[in-house]
């Protein structure tokens, strides 16, 4: 998931936060609404449009990507295997493909493969609004939700320092790796020890880093008075405008079409 604030001028950038939050949680809702892949894959294809929209870059989505390729064909083997025919509804997903032990035992089901593969496209439509919701929203309007939402200001500062930290600890981490290979670190030992000791040269000036940068975040909201009013004040309130209208209007049919969908008419299910 992308952390780093996105500036932009489109029509996501200008929504309200919580109209962001609002289409946030109604998405989540949607993945975990259907089993069927043709429909995971519907939300996906969605989503994806809206991360186009705002011009996430290709290269940074696949890199995201791709470390999960392992993780995805694990899922997929393990739900194939363990999801036993009995669990769908669908006589097509009762189908036992063909049986691991001898005696009919560890069948692989179609319903289970099918499943797997529902997790893994509901894993990616998560991680891809997650990042639309923090490339286009900065930290003031979290902080602005947080405070309307009743959060105390000390826990929404440590909430929002924590997700602005991010970024900023990776860049650190990409410039030490970088100084340490220049100084000859070999990042390639083996054996079961040889990793953990080929990163300490990464981890230790990643601590030292963190513990410079949090005293010097200490030191700059002592200067500025932090804590001396209780009042949390903004440069820009956030509010609502007809688009938010809008969009919420269209959020909430569009969760009410898909409820209507899968506990009506029974579609999207396995």
Known sequence: ??????????????????????????????SFLFQDPKYQLLILTLISLLAVWIKIPLRKIWGMLLP????????????????????FDRVSSQ???FYVLPGNRLGATVGGFLMGTTFILRLFSMMIVSSVLT???????????????????????????????IPTLDKKRKLILEAQKARGTNFKEKGIVGPIRSYLPIMIPMFINSILMANSLSM????????LTRACTSIREISFASRDYWSISFIFMLMTLAIYVRFKLHLGVL
Not at 68 to 87: H, K, M, N, Q, Y
Request: glycine share 6%; no cysteine.
């Open 95 to 97: 189908v036992i493909l």
């Open 220 to 227: 700059a909201m002592l200067n500025r008075g932090y804590g």
């Open 68 to 87: 999960l390729i392992p993780i995805v064909i694990s899922i997929i083997l393990i739900t194939g295997f363990t999801f036993a025919p009995e669990r």
């Open 1 to 30: 998931m992308f952390i780093e604030y996105l500036p932009g001028n489109t029509l996501l950038h200008r929504l309200d936060v919580r109209t962001k939050m609002f289409g946030f949680i109604g998405f989540i809702i949607l």
């Open 135 to 165: 490339l286009t929203t900065s930290m003031d309007d979290f902080t602005q939700f947080f405070h309307k939402m009743k959060v105390p200001a000390e826990v929404s500062m440590m909430l929002t320092t924590a997700i602005r930290f």
